[in-house]
């Protein structure tokens, strides 16, 4: 069955670094998302991209934070200078929209610690 | 903030039903209602959407009643592995994002 595949499962960086999380969506899908889970708190929404193009974000995803699909399988979100409040799981989703739904699958997530 | 309100936490006993109710009174005509559930911390995982009609996949049934405001996710047999947080959302209008709440903790009981 295909899932979406993320990677690195976890990273640590320092304070004021930039990262970059990767995202394979299932291929034949055309909607990507990106959501974020501080420890113990809600999965929140950041992002939602079609056609090469942000569909939607969240008023988390700030001027620090840029999505792109730089070929056709991957799907990567960039945290500019990272703070430490941006230490969370990081998922990627994937979903193929119809009829007004959009039924999004989930990566395993990237564990992302900033120190 | 979420559309839907859940129970915080229920028990279920092994090989039993789980029955996990969700509050959905403000739901409009087309809107979805979808289940995910969360182990420990991995992604969600998709377990059943429907709109008007009750549905059944492999995983579970969602009934959801005639005015909408309300559904139930049924597990039929219930595991150890189902123990997980269980969300039940609704997507608001115009938009694909996906508003979690804080959902209902199933713990499957030996």
């Known amino acids: 069955e295909p899932e979406v595949t993320q990677t690195p499962s976890h990273q640590v960086t320092q304070m004021g670094q930039e990262v970059i999380l990767r995202c394979v969506p299932i291929s034949n899908h055309l909607y990507f998302y990106w959501y974020r889970q501080i420890l113990g708190q809600k999965v929140e929404f950041l992002v939602s991209f079609y056609n090469n193009e942000i569909s939607e974000k969240s008023e988390i995803f700030d001027d620090q934070f840029s999505v792109e699909r730089p070929d056709g399988s991957n799907f990567t979100l960039k945290i500019r200078s990272t703070k430490l409040e941006d230490s969370a799981m990081y998922f990627c989703?994937?979903?193929?929209?119809?009829?007004?739904?959009?039924?999004?699958?989930f990566g395993p997530g990237t564990r992302l610690t900033v120190l | 903030d979420a559309k839907t309100t859940q129970p915080p936490s229920m028990d279920c006993a092994e090989g039993r039903a789980a029955n996990l109710p969700c509050n959905h009174s403000?739901?409009?005509?087309?809107?979805?209602v979808y289940w995910y559930r969360q182990i420990h911390s991995q992604g969600p995982q998709y377990i059943i959407h429907g709109l008007k009609n009750n549905e059944t996949n492999e995983m579970a049934s969602l009934i959801i009643t005639e005015d909408r405001k309300s559904s139930t996710l049924i597990l039929p047999h219930a595991t150890l592995r189902d123990t997980a947080v269980y969300y039940c959302i609704v997507t608001p209008p115009g938009t694909y994002k996906y508003i979690f709440g804080t959902g209902t903790r199933l713990k499957v009981l030996a």
């Open positions: 403000t739901i409009s005509g087309n809107e979805y």
């Open positions: 989703a994937s979903g193929v929209q119809g009829f007004g739904t959009d039924t999004q699958y």
